[in-house]
């Protein structure tokens, strides 16, 4: 079954304690990106990757890192998390378009709801 | 201004209503538009992409593009209570960037 996976899907944890959350596609897709999802702000880009090796900021990459080693798998990485960073976290995979942007539709993971006390 | 406005409601309408979703944008330079479906505490899940203007039909969705007054719709015909859930609208921006709105609420009532 095709399908994006999230790991883990609830985490509640404290200021400044470092953290990964884990992505994996089976989808053999080149494009993978990280969104947050907050009340009324919709979703927002945090990082992406065009391919391995290659990745870019997005709208609000303030306080999180990504690597993109293999092709499958996209780990966000919270150095020091911080309470502004409880949110709904999205990972999602494509098709590489034009230009390396994304083909047409994203497939989203389940989500990851963080919470930073 | 956000580039992707929508009304974040609720809409509510009755079953059987058509339920009409409406979002504008600022980025001129925007080529493909999209509507995501986002239950309650799950991911967003594609349901209609529209490229160029005019109306595009799928089943009982029907998304409709003008660039020149820049917004785009969905309507949604026959409503159900299995379609009570928020709606996204996302484009591609003038960047190549993906954008997305913070969500139309709609409840379908029985």
């Known amino acids: 079954e095709a399908q994006v996976t999230q790991n883990p899907r609830y985490l509640i944890t404290v200021t400044g304690k470092k953290l990964t959350v884990t992505c994996s596609q089976n989808?053999?897709?080149?494009?993978m990106s990280w969104y947050r999802q907050d009340p009324g702000l919709g979703l927002r880009q945090i990082y992406y990757?065009?391919?391995?090796?290659?990745?870019d900021k997005g709208d609000v990459p303030e306080g999180y890192k990504v690597s993109r080693k293999e092709k499958r798998n996209f780990p966000l990485i919270l150095e020091s998390p911080s309470p502004n960073q409880t949110s709904l976290y999205f990972c999602?995979?494509?098709?590489?378009?034009?230009?390396?942007?994304?083909?047409?539709?994203?497939?989203f993971g389940p989500g990851t709801r963080l919470t930073v006390t | 201004q956000k580039e992707v406005e929508q009304n974040s409601g609720p809409l509510s309408v009755p079953e059987g209503a058509i339920a009409s979703l409406n979002c504008t944008y600022s980025?001129?330079?925007?080529?493909?538009f999209f509507w995501y479906r986002q239950y309650s505490g799950k991911s967003p899940e594609l349901i209609m992409s529209?490229?160029?203007?005019g109306d595009k039909e799928d089943g009982r969705f029907t998304a409709q593009l003008n660039k020149a007054s820049q917004y785009v719709s969905l309507l949604i015909r026959d409503s159900q209570p299995s379609d009570s859930a928020t709606y996204l609208c996302?484009?591609?921006?003038?960047?190549?960037?993906?954008?997305f709105g913070a969500g139309t609420r709609l409840t379908v009532k029985p």
């Open positions: 999602a995979s494509s098709l590489r378009g034009h230009r390396g942007q994304p083909l047409y539709e994203q497939y």
């Open positions: 989808m053999n897709h080149e494009y």
């Open positions: 990757s065009m391919n391995v090796e290659v990745t």
């Open positions: 980025d001129r330079g925007s080529q493909s």
């Open positions: 529209i490229y160029s203007n």
């Open positions: 996302a484009l591609r921006d003038n960047n190549n960037d993906m954008r």
